[in-house]
């Protein structure tokens, strides 16, 4: 199996979630954004195919790494990899955020077709779903570009069956960088 990917991994991002990330910056987005950050990432012949078994061996090997980061680019237009190395991720015991610019409601519907969609959320911890809206961007926004797009507890949210935000309290950087790991709840 291979995925199509804009960019090798990136290791030590402080900038995609909490702690320190590995980021996969996967090729492809038909979202169109006006004002995207990412331009490059939008052609789905751009970008090069790696293997999958690489990318995990990569993963493996990671150190110094508290998740990795799905990005692009949409990693959904890519499901199949996207699961098998979240999935892989995850038995690390690294945590896994997905930015997407699709809602977590068009998700579970495109579960309905597609199992692997659903199957991708029990991988995540964190999902940033939503268009990125200009007139809706805010440079103090915590890890997203404009108000509409949303910090999902993806446990949480699956637990109670309704969309659960991460708190953006003060504090909650601190929280995360004294323990290591934040319990949401
Ligand atoms: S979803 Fe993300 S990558 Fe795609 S156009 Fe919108 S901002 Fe750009």
New binding site residues.
């Given amino acids: 199996m291979t995925i199509r990917l804009a960019a090798p991994l990136q290791m030590d991002s402080v900038v995609d979630g909490f702690g320190v990330r590995t980021v996969i910056w996967t090729q492809g ?5 006006p004002f ?4 490059q ?2 052609n789905f012949e751009g970008g090069c195919d790696f293997s999958v078994d690489e990318i995990k061996e990569e993963i493996k090997n990671l150190k110094n790494q508290d998740g990795i980061t799905l ?4 990693p959904l237009y890519q499901i199949e990899p996207i699961v098998e190395i979240s999935k892989y991720a995850k038995s690390l015991g690294l945590n896994v955020w997905c ?4 809602l977590y409601e068009d998700i579970l519907k495109m579960g309905e077709k597609n199992p692997k969609y659903l199957e991708l959320l029990q991988y995540l911890d964190v999902l940033v779903d939503g ?2 809206v200009n007139e809706l961007k805010d440079l103090n926004l915590l890890f997203r ?1 404009s108000s509409n797009q949303r910090l999902i507890d993806v446990p949480k949210t699956l637990r109670f069956k309704k969309v659960m935000l991460i708190p953006e309290s003060d504090g909650i950087m601190e929280k995360f960088t004294e323990k290591k790991e934040v319990t949401f709840i």
């Avoid at 987005?29 to 954004?33: D, E």
């Avoid at 995207?36 to 331009?39: D, E, F, T």
């Avoid at 930015?99 to 699709?102: I, L, N, V």
């Fill in positions: 987005c038909s979202h169109n954004c995207c950050q990412n331009p990432t939008h990005s692009g680019g949409d930015y997407t610019g699709f268009l990125f570009g």
